[in-house]
């Protein structure tokens, strides 16, 4: 079991930057893939960004690449999401996720673990 908890989400204008953690409960951080998904009202829960346990495979959304980028953090437990050149369509709560599969990627069904999310609203 891991237990996830994400923060540094708020209001941006747009052309901004926000930085999102997750911090993850367990001695086994390491051994999960960890993922960033979105939901914007009305619309479905959607794949961000994906990083493998040592960092080694990233995978991205066509929507993020070039802005967004994943980092983690093995020895503190915590996985990043930097955002920058933030758009209004970037406006969603933002969710992490841990998959215990070595080769999850970006489908919503390989992640066996959520977190609560977290509001990213970015103005115009």
């Known amino acids: 079991q891991v237990q996830l908890v994400e923060s540094g989400g708020g209001l941006v204008q747009a052309g901004g930057s926000l930085r999102l953690s997750c911090a993850a409960s367990?001695?086994?951080?390491?051994?999960?893939?960890m993922g960033w998904f979105r939901q914007a009202p009305g619309k479905e829960r959607e794949f961000v960004l994906a990083i493998s346990w040592n960092g080694g495979r990233i995978y991205y959304a066509d929507s993020v690449k070039g802005r967004f980028t994943i980092s983690r953090d093995n020895a503190k437990n915590t996985v990043y999401l930097q955002m920058n050149s933030l758009k209004p369509e970037d406006t969603a709560v933002y969710y992490c996720a841990a998959s215990d599969s070595y080769s999850a990627s970006y489908h919503l069904y390989e992640y066996d673990f959520w977190g609560q999310g977290t509001q990213v609203t970015v103005s115009s």
């Open positions: 367990g001695r086994t951080f390491s051994r999960y893939v």
